[in-house]
């Protein structure tokens, strides 16, 4: 349930009104005021008591928060806080006993089960998504929410469930006027994500409501040393169809004035609105931080002057709203109820320790099941490993309405009329693996991104939250880096860090890997292990044509975060071809697939040196007779380690191939598996043979020798088998 300070509940009367709310209105958001702060106060006593391991407060913050409550709507906008939002929360229904379940680690914590500190909101009833600790990742999610609920109330058949795939746990709630709530503090609009999002929201005028409450310090560095001019609102007074107000955010009325001016200008679809709030932070930034020692006492006087309980108070007593005996009532009882708050939380059992593993990736629908092991029915021609990602994608837009794609240059043309007056061709992806996709499913479900890959993963994860099936693309696995903080602490943690209340199943394509002449350092990398080492994310590398479509429709249905990585050197390889599969052609991940049985060698490896693997075992069969087992793992997290077990009992001998550096590379953990776990099948020393511990360069010598051949795979096989 919502508080009474809710829109949606608000009641219209003749009674004598304060920028339209009511006294009754001021009484319930002082309430809520007056709640927010004794809960930061409980917290801080339980925290210097070692009863909570953690605070950070609202304190400051609370009236601009509740300005913003008393304009939206619980359990129908949605909401990406951060951590300073608790007076929100507590307005939009999350009560404070859920708070503090949170901050002792109970297991019932309705926002993470124990998994994440206080104040990392997240409420599946009131929309509230799950908040997380790095400053800025929530910008480009928010903004992928509203283009989310856009998209469904445009396409209202695809809200529809469907079994048999990630839809059947999906509910799907949209409404056309809603609104996305954004917030964070001054410091946080430093980071490169805010500005990715302010571009999105602009260009497409989504309806997003940015709050930045503005208490003048990120931790110890004031304003002035991280926003130039020190006002963020004359930063960004110049992005087009935004809304901007400024306000005094420890102004009751102020606030609500403003906030009431945004949210109608967004509710009547004109585009997005920052409200940037000056609020004050009168304790330190977090119970690990100590102000005194950045800041003077004169100025934490200042601040204290102006601390909107205190005036909110002052003003209900002249207006003769409140007395003094009512102000004490009212105290007393809020007191109570956080102390029964407090009780039932430090009563409340801890998760179980055997917790930690559940929900990192779906336990309802696991992509290494039956149901994703779908037989071929051929058809046609042998097609390269591009046309089949390309038709997949096709079969898979034409499937499920759900399913949205976009990227850098991924669609046939963004000015439409071209491609409608046939004056151009389009181009769908620098590697053309989307032509004609646009030209078939329309702009709205594929379209091409800023040139911003974190804008590209984060609003995927705000689609993918809200029930859409986003398959972007980063156009070079060389620049999947900007995008790293959301594919490492966002993407692939979302499920587990809200104990499975929200989950987030998008699938990231990536063009990766080298051997094409002249690609050079940054266009040639490889690095799948720094994500087979992030859990959550299944990781997928395929090594011919058939397998890519098996494994992308897998990757497509399921309900997990996939990160699909397709080899450039392999789009157009005349190995590995196949006719296509049909529709419904799906192979479960975490099952390697054998190339070549033999009984002298077991050869691990996947990607690009599948194909090199095999030459090498032929000629070494034909020249040397040695008897080469090829072992191409298609899916790399999870990974078959029986196929291994299996083969390498049998050959007794392993070697483990692939194109990234050797050092700490994916071999290494397949390497140390393999040593502890087949210790006694072998006769020889577990075999890496991997690229050299640099970079690719652009010399096509040196890209030779940097980069493992089918000549070197050949000797390593060779001298394994003479152990
Ligand atoms: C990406 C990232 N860098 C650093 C931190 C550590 N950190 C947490 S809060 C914070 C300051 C945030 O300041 P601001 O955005 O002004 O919000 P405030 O806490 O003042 O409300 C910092 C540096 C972090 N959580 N995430």
């Given amino acids: 349930m919502a508080s009474k300070v ?6 219209v009367t003749a009674e004598k009104s304060y920028e339209g709310l009511v006294p009754q209105q001021l009484l319930d958001i002082y309430r809520l005021m007056y709640l927010s702060r004794r809960i930061d106060d409980r917290e801080v006593l339980l925290k210097r008591q070692q009863k909570i391991y953690f605070q950070i407060s609202c304190a400051g913050h609370e009236a601009l928060l509740l300005a913003a409550a008393a304009n939206l709507r619980s359990g ?9 939002d608790r007076a929100l929360c507590l307005a939009l229904g999350v009560t404070p006993e859920a708070m503090l379940l949170q901050s002792v680690g109970a297991a019932a914590d309705p926002a993470s089960g124990g998994r994440q500190m206080p104040s990392h909101w997240g409420s599946r009833p009131h929309n509230i998504f799950t908040t997380s600790s ?21 396409h209202p058949a695809a809200d529809a469930k469907v079994s048999g795939d990630y839809r059947e746990f999906k509910d799907v709630q949209h409404h056309p006027d809603e609104i996305t709530y954004v917030s964070s503090g001054e ?21 997003v409501l940015y709050v930045i409450e503005d208490n003048g310090y990120a931790i110890s560095v004031p304003v002035r040393f991280q926003t130039p001019g020190g006002n963020v609102s004359r930063l960004v007074a110049n992005f087009p169809n935004f809304h901007f107000e400024e306000c005094d955010g420890t102004d009751l009325l102020e606030s609500f004035a403003a906030m009431r001016r945004a949210v109608e200008y967004i509710r009547s679809g004109n585009g997005p609105a920052l409200v940037h709030g000056h609020v004050i932070r009168p304790y330190s930034h977090s119970l690990s931080d100590d102000e005194k020692l950045y800041r003077p006492e004169s100025e934490r006087k200042q601040d204290a002057e102006r601390d909107p309980i205190a005036r909110l ?8 709203i409140l007395d003094a005996a009512a102000v004490q009532k009212l105290h007393r009882e809020v007191d109570a109820e956080v102390q029964a708050a407090a009780d039932a939380a430090l009563d409340a059992a801890y998760p179980e320790t055997s917790s930690y593993a559940l929900h990192v990736y779906s336990e309802h629908l696991k992509p290494t099941a039956k149901p994703f092991d779908s037989p071929a029915l051929f058809e046609g021609v042998d097609r390269t490993m591009a046309d089949q990602i390309n038709k997949c994608l096709r079969d898979e837009l034409q499937r499920d309405e759900r399913v949205v794609i976009f990227g850098e240059d991924v669609a046939d043309c963004s000015e439409i009329v071209y491609l409608e007056d046939k004056k151009v061709k389009g181009k769908g992806g620098v590697f053309k693996l989307t032509s004609g996709l646009q030209r078939t499913f329309g702009p709205e479900r594929v379209f091409n991104s800023p040139l911003a890959e974190a804008n590209i993963v984060g609003r995927a994860v705000g689609m993918a939250v809200r029930g859409l099936k986003p398959v972007v693309e980063i156009q070079f696995f060389d620049y999947i880096w900007p995008a ?11 499920r587990w860090r809200s104990n499975d209340t929200f989950s987030c199943p998008a699938v990231v394509r990536v063009a990766i890997g080298g051997y094409l002449t002249g690609g050079a350092v940054y266009h040639s990398q490889c690095g799948e292990s720094i994500f087979t080492h992030t859990p959550g994310m299944h990781v997928v590398f395929p090594s011919n044509a058939l397998d890519a479509a098996g494994l992308l429709r897998t990757a497509i249905r399921c309900d997990d975060p996939v990160l699909f990585l ?9 190995f590995g071809r196949a006719p296509y599969p049909g529709p419904e052609y799906m192979i479960p991940f975490g099952k390697a697939r054998i190339w070549k049985e033999g009984s002298d060698v077991t050869v691990v490896t996947y990607g690009a040196t599948v194909p090199r693997a095999l030459q090498a075992a032929q000629r070494l069969e034909r020249e040397r007779g040695i008897d080469v087992e090829v072992l191409d793992l298609r899916t790399l997290n999870p990974y078959d380690f029986e196929a291994i077990a299996a083969s390498v009992s049998k050959t007794s001998r392993v070697l483990i191939v692939h194109e990234d550096m050797l050092s700490w590379g994916y071999g290494a953990e397949i390497a140390a598996r393999i040593a502890s776990e087949l210790f006694d ?21 040196l890209e030779d020798v940097i980069l493992p051949q089918t000549d070197d795979i050949f000797a390593a096989i060779q001298k394994l088998s003479a152990y």
Avoid at 484 to 494: A, D, G, S, V
């Fill in 6 to 11: 809710m829109q949606n509940e608000l009641a």
């Fill in 76 to 84: 129908y906008d949605w909401f990406f806080p951060y951590y300073r």
């Fill in 134 to 154: 790095p400053t800025g990742t929530q910008f480009l999610q928010a903004v992928g929410c509203a283009e989310a609920g856009r998209y469904f109330n445009q």
């Fill in 187 to 207: 410091g946080t609009t430093s980071q490169g994500e805010f500005w990715e999002s302010l571009n999105t929201a602009s260009i497409r005028k989504l309806p």
């Fill in 313 to 320: 108070n002052r003003f209900l007593i002249a207006e003769g």
């Fill in 484 to 494: 790293m903080h959301q594919l490492r602490n966002e993407l692939p943690l979302i």
């Fill in 566 to 574: 397709e080899h450039k050197r392999l789009y157009r390889e005349p």
């Fill in 681 to 701: 099948k072998l006769d020889a020393p577990v075999s890496r043979l991997a690229a050299k511990d640099t970079f690719v360069a652009y010399q096509p010598l």
